[in-house]
């Protein structure tokens, strides 16, 4: 491995465009560096042959040209706003969305605009955004524009499913929330009916309460070794009675970060078909990093 594949290793990479908007995108993915203590990646990537209604007849090296310029417009903001944080520039050839999951392999962090060349506006198929969250190795944090013009608590929200806890999911919002220095707080959607028991009729099923009373301890058992692990943190455990997507979205409305599965019941294998995590980087109301997870428990979908 050569001494710049080792600064490569480990990096926050970040994907650009040349539009003002994504300005907020580089800044967040420059904050996210600094916390890591890990080098900035720059990636604005040359698709060759050109797009329909480019301009072709400046060749191929005019337009990597080009992209420089733009990385290093990016650059000079980051080096006025964080003189210590490296920077390196990333120009590739070929699709955006591949050379960005092909950089998440070794990289510690994607981060991504919601909308644009580089993002999803109604996550049409064949998005960058949605095939970086569908397929990168890393987490990828998915940034909207506006997501800094309301004033946020300095709160981590994570959503679980307590019966089906992905492994990574909890360490990344745990390690995410001490970065930030930040409350943590743990959403458990319960949907699942519980059952009192058979009786003459069949089963039984809870009520409300006694449903929300059973998935509150069983989430606290869980959060108890968490606890004991993190003892400086300001955990919190939440149970909800409503959609999951829903509960995660309003949970978001003053949040500084929503954390989510990529796989399983919040995750986006299905996401054209209205799972949890779709939803979710559809209608979220701050950032949303988004953790590539392996189920411990029952299989999702």
Not at 57 to 82: D, K, L, M, N
Not at 202 to 211: F, R, S, T, W
Request: aromatic share 2%.
């Amino acid at each position: 491995m050569t001494m710049a594949d080792q600064r490569m290793t480990g990096a926050v990479v970040v994907g650009v465009v040349d539009t003002a908007e994504q300005r907020l995108v580089v800044r967040q993915a420059a904050e996210e560096a600094v916390r890591r203590g890990a080098v900035l990646r720059i990636l604005h990537a040359v698709e060759w042959p050109a797009p329909p209604g480019s301009v072709e007849s400046a060749g191929r090296g005019a337009t990597a040209e080009q992209a420089e310029q733009v990385i290093a417009s990016f650059s000079e903001s980051v080096a006025q706003q964080f003189p210590q944080l490296e920077v390196l520039p990333d120009v590739v050839s070929g699709s955006p969305a591949r050379a960005l999951v092909d950089r998440s392999s070794a990289g510690a962090l994607i981060v991504v605009g919601h909308r644009g060349t580089g993002g999803f506006p109604r996550l049409p198929l064949g998005s960058v955004s949605l095939q970086i969250a569908t397929h990168s190795a890393c987490p990828v944090l998915v940034v909207r524009p506006g997501d800094r013009e309301e004033p946020r608590e300095n709160r981590v929200v994570v959503g679980v499913d307590v019966d089906d806890l992905p492994s990574g999911l909890m360490e990344f919002a745990l390690e995410t929330a001490e970065a930030r220095n930040a409350a943590l707080e743990v959403v458990y959607v319960a949907t699942r009916p519980e059952l009192l028991g058979t009786g003459p009729t069949g089963p039984a099923l809870m009520d409300d309460e006694a449903v929300s009373s059973s998935a509150q301890e069983r989430l606290e058992n869980m959060l108890a070794s968490y606890r004991s692990d993190h003892p400086g943190l300001d955990l919190q455990g939440h149970v909800k009675r409503h959609h999951p997507a829903e509960a995660l979205v309003d949970a978001s409305r003053h949040a500084s970060l929503l954390v989510v599965g990529s796989h399983g019941r919040t995750g986006l294998k299905r996401l054209l078909l209205g799972s949890v995590s779709g939803k979710v980087l559809h209608t979220a109301l701050c950032p949303v990093a988004v953790v590539p997870t392996a189920h411990q428990g029952r299989g999702g979908d």
